[in-house]
Nanobody, 118 residues
Framework: QVQLVESGGGLVQPGGSLRLSCAAS????????INWYRQAPGKERELVAR????????YYRDSVKGRFTISRDNAKNTAYLQMNSLKPDDTAVYYC???????????WGQGTQVTVSS
């Protein structure tokens, strides 16, 4: 059974940090690129960060560059999103997405809520 389970979300004050985790099972994690998306209320889902299957290349949307870091541990079948200097605009449900490189085969997690508020 394929599973992607996000964790680590919560309520944090502006300027604070959170680390999201995405634990995978039921498929060959090391062959999949990992994306972190987010969706705020009333807005479309947007790509936040991406890491290739090997971890050798990353991408960030401009609004999170220098604040967020995506990483992965293929031995643990887990990906991470370290989020620093959080802003209220970062408030959203964050989703982990695994894509089999070069195909349309993908899996989604259930999402984890991140709320940045004083």
């Amino acid at each position: 059974q394929v599973q992607l389970v996000e964790s680590g979300g919560g309520l944090v004050q502006p300027g604070g940090s959170l680390r999201l985790s995405c634990a995978a099972s039921g498929f060959t994690f090391r062959l999949y690129a990992i994306n972190w998306y987010r969706q705020a209320p009333g807005k479309e889902r947007e790509l936040v960060a991406r890491i290739t299957s090997s971890g050798g290349s990353t991408y960030y949307r401009d609004s999170v560059k220098g604040r967020f870091t995506i990483s992965r541990d293929n031995a643990k079948n887990t990906a991470y999103l370290q989020m620093n200097s959080l802003k209220p605009d970062d408030t959203a449900v964050y989703y982990c997405n695994a894509v089999f490189t070069g195909t349309e085969l993908e899996y989604w997690g259930q999402g984890t809520q991140v709320t940045v508020s004083s």
